[in-house]
């Protein structure tokens, strides 16, 4: 297959992989950018400006402020009057069935009464009857005028001198010559006579209003180019206030008559690109082991992308402050699970994409970079919960302490403080107690392992761990012996090691199925000398996959079962193999029924556990325990699994082998030392032969 070099020997499909990667995450992120030009600018009234300078880039209008507005509007239709059309025939047309209706007189009254009451309607109808929710609507302001239109002309009424269906049947009986006869005259239900002859012309009466909504100005000034609009630390008052939110919709006014495929968007594009490709470059020259386990390189690129796109949508919806998201979760994470400097490199690299976005990012780009640097130097090792704690704890203190250090360079006083930063800085360091549940969902989603895991599964209580010790007793001790063993190489050659210590609780956890054929188990009794060579060596060999089903039975971490599986690597159970080459010696041996399955080792940790092992099941074979024996042994059994190629698929270094032959052997020596006898006082002695001396009498 072809190659392109770079480091080292790529291939197409690792480029391919590597140039997905970084599309996506572009894609993503940028897709969660804000749209608007530049970050909007946050203002409080009463409070000092929190940003660098602010100088107006061009000339706007300032804006007035809603409540001004309205107030102008509402004052506006304190004076607005609407159009009303005079209908003279409705009234006509009233007056004349009146006098049809009662052309034979009203009983109890004479007939002059009919002239009156259609002279008295006449007149209602001259002054305009209103409809009777136009009326009342109208009428709650005595001084309301509105315009009566009689042909081509419009003169202004006011609202007293209106009526409505009802205070026009209430005149009628207000006339003194009507008045006295009240009762006679409403038997003659006078109000079907009376109806409006004022009718509203809406669209007369809407166009006339839109006109005087538009005259108002909605600016009260302009902010010239060039122009200071507030200095840092400078007290927002409503003036500056309103400037600074008339730049803000100008900002958003002029970005939404662009193209989507604006330069900004550009722009985004390329920076989040160069930033990515930053990231997959040091993967690739220092990290590139990541590239070959899938779970680690998508947790990495996920971290980036979930945080920065939460970050973003935060600021691009204005839903909280940037500050209250736990940025310092990203390199606790990676910490935990993979290294130091890759959790740096994620760390800086979300927070530069996410200050992009931001107006001044020169403030968010220092606060994140000292909570990562502080989560990261105070997280070593994860062993136990309250490292988390303590973590955020010192992380909030840490960035509440370089926002003050922030506040007096620009010279705030104690006073002109903005303390609410601080409030979402310790939010912010509240959140970061949910590391630890978060670790759990991180581990389950990934496949990671971490330390807390690890210990918790070291717990003797564990089942698989109580039944061995119950079952196999030789096997358990053994095992212990070997994760001490093995976790004093670590410790010496930088592996880790905690996990190569549990790794090693369970490496024969197989055992426990027939434990009696394996020596540390036997009181005297060997079934193996009823067995066939082959018979036993595939019993012997059958505690490596009897173990990779009780892990899986017990869901034990992928990367324990990676110990039960190599622990012998493609080695052979020589003891057997040797026996039968002997007894055989002209006839075809197949080596594969002597063979362990494997694989070799592929970790460093899974190599110390290989050699821990062995050495240490040897050693009880020596049949003295000298300095020389002992060195002797561990040599010759390292040096044998080296020549065979047992290390050749992982990362060990011949320095990391030579420290692990030290270690076992100052080791060994320490474990089976001899023990000194003690000298004694001469009374002690005297006693002692007198002693002996009554015996024999």
């Known amino acids: ?120 309607l006449h007149q209602i109808y001259e002054q305009g009857i209103m409809n009777t929710t136009q009326y009342n609507e109208l009428a709650k302001d005595t001084m309301r005028t509105i315009r009566v239109v009689t042909g081509k002309q419009a003169v202004s009424e006011r609202i007293v001198k209106i009526f409505s269906p009802k205070s026009a049947y209430e005149q009628l009986f207000q006339d003194p010559l009507l008045s006295p006869h009240r009762a006679l005259l409403q038997r003659c239900n006078l109000n079907d006579y009376i109806t409006p002859n004022l009718i509203y012309e809406k669209e007369r009466s809407e166009s006339s209003l839109r006109n005087l909504q538009e005259s108002i100005p909605l600016a009260s000034g302009i902010a010239l180019r060039g122009q200071k609009i507030v200095d840092r630390g400078q007290i927002v008052d409503e003036k500056i206030y309103r400037t600074i939110e008339s730049f803000n919709k100008e900002m958003e006014q002029q970005q939404a008559d662009k193209s989507k495929l604006s330069t900004k968007m550009v722009g985004d594009t390329l920076v989040v690109l160069v930033l990515i490709c930053c990231f997959t470059i040091y993967l690739t020259l220092f990290r590139k082991d990541y590239f070959e386990r899938w779970r680690s390189i998508m947790m990495l690129y996920s971290m980036i992308v979930v945080f920065s796109v939460l970050a973003l949508t935060m600021v691009s919806h204005s839903i909280l402050h940037v500050y209250l998201l736990p940025f310092a979760m990203v390199p606790i994470f990676i910490r935990v699970f993979m290294d130091s400097r890759t959790a740096f490199m994620t760390h800086t690299i979300t927070v530069l994409i996410v200050a992009c976005a931001l107006q001044h990012p020169l403030d968010f780009i220092i606060i994140e970079e000292v909570a990562g640097f502080a989560a990261i130097f105070t997280l070593r090792e994860l062993s136990s919960r309250s490292q988390l704690f303590k973590t955020a704890i010192i992380v909030t203190l840490c960035t509440m302490a370089a926002n003050l250090g922030l506040d007096w360079k620009f010279g705030s006083a104690l006073t002109a403080i903005d303390y609410s930063e601080y409030n979402y800085l310790m939010v912010n360091g509240a959140l970061l107690f949910c590391s630890y549940p978060l670790l759990y969902l991180i581990e389950k989603l990934f496949g990671f392992t971490s330390n807390i895991t690890l210990i918790e599964l070291s717990d003797m209580s564990k089942d698989l761990l109580r039944r061995m010790s119950e079952v196999a007793p030789g096997t358990f001790q053994h095992s212990i012996q070997v994760g001490n063993l093995a976790a004093e190489i670590a410790n010496k050659i930088g592996a880790k090691a905690q996990l190569v210590r549990t790794g090693a609780l369970y490496h024969d956890i197989g055992k426990i199925q027939n434990p009696i054929y394996f020596t540390e188990n036997q009181s005297g009794i060997n079934p193996h000398e009823n067995l066939s060579y082959i018979d036993s060596a595939q019993v012997i060999i059958s505690h490596v996959t009897d173990g990779l089903k009780l892990a899986d039975k017990h869901n034990l971490p992928d990367v324990i079962k990676d110990f039960i599986a190599t622990h012998h690597g493609q080695g052979k159970a020589k003891y057997f193999f040797v026996k039968y080459k002997n007894e055989h010696p002209d006839e075809y041996v197949d080596e594969l029924l002597f063979t362990y399955p494997g694989p070799n080792p592929f970790t460093r940790e899974q190599a110390i556990l290989m050699m821990a092992d062995s050495v240490e099941a040897a050693s009880r074979s020596l049949p003295d325990y000298t300095e020389q024996s002992i060195r002797d042994l561990v040599n010759r059994i390292l040096d044998s699994q080296e020549a065979d190629g047992f290390f050749r698929d992982c990362p060990i270094t011949y320095r990391d082998i030579q420290y692990a032959k030290t270690v076992l052997i100052e080791k060994l020596k320490t474990i089976y030392h001899t023990r000194i006898s003690y000298p004694k006082l001469k009374e002690e002695e005297q006693q002692e032969q007198e002693q002996k001396t009554n015996t024999q009498e």
């Open 1 to 120: 297959m072809s190659k392109i070099k770079f480091s080292e020997d790529i291939t197409w499909h690792d480029l391919l992989i590597r140039i997905s990667l970084v599309l996506v995450s572009v894609l993503l992120i940028v897709w969660a950018m804000p749209r608007d030009g530049q970050m909007i600018l946050k203002a409080e009234k009463g409070q000092p400006w929190r940003h660098q300078d602010l100088v107006a880039p061009f000339d706007f209008p300032i804006y007035k402020s809603d409540a001004a507005i309205q107030a102008e509007r509402d004052s506006i239709m304190r004076e607005y009057e609407p159009y009303f059309g005079f209908d003279a025939e409705v009234g006509a047309r009233m007056q004349s069935k009146f006098t049809q209706d009662f052309a034979e007189g009203i009983p109890g009254l004479t007939s002059d009464y009919i002239s009156i009451i259609a002279n008295r």
